[in-house]
Nanobody, 120 residues
Framework: QVQLVESGGALVPPGGSLRLSCAASGFSINNFIMAWARQAPGTGLEWVSMIYGDGTTKYADSVKGRFTASRDDAKNILYLQMNSLKPEDTAVYFC??????????????RGQGTQVTVSS
């Protein structure tokens, strides 16, 4: 059974850093494209980043240069390192397993999410 469990969300001040984790079970994350998406209050899901099986990463323009996706294949855990956080990064963050569709922000196989709040 596929399961994704996010953790690491917290309240951080603007300019701060945070690392999110996504523990996967029931499959190997290095065999699938994995993504991070987020949902701010009152809005829909927004794609944040993805990591391919070969380790290649892609990012939304809004987080490029500040966020870094990575994974530990031995532990089957996906990470999202978030630096220089801004108030507009406040959202529930989800990890998702392919298949998903970035163009429509459709991420059907995702975890329960972890809350990130950026505020002073």
């Amino acid at each position: 059974q596929v399961q994704l469990v996010e953790s690491g969300g917290a309240l951080v001040p603007p300019g701060g850093s945070l690392r999110l984790s996504c523990a996967a079970s029931g499959f190997s994350i290095n065999n699938f494209i994995m993504a991070w998406a987020r949902q701010a209050p009152g809005t829909g899901l927004e794609w944040v980043s993805m990591i391919y099986g070969d380790g290649t990463t892609k990012y939304a323009d809004s987080v490029k240069g500040r966020f870094t996706a990575s994974r530990d294949d031995a532990k089957n855990i996906l990470y999202l390192q978030m630096n220089s956080l801004k108030p507009e990064d406040t959202a529930v963050y989800f990890c998702a397993k392919y298949p998903f569709l970035v163009t429509t922000n459709h991420f059907p196989e995702r975890g329960q999410g972890t809350q990130v709040t950026v505020s002073s």
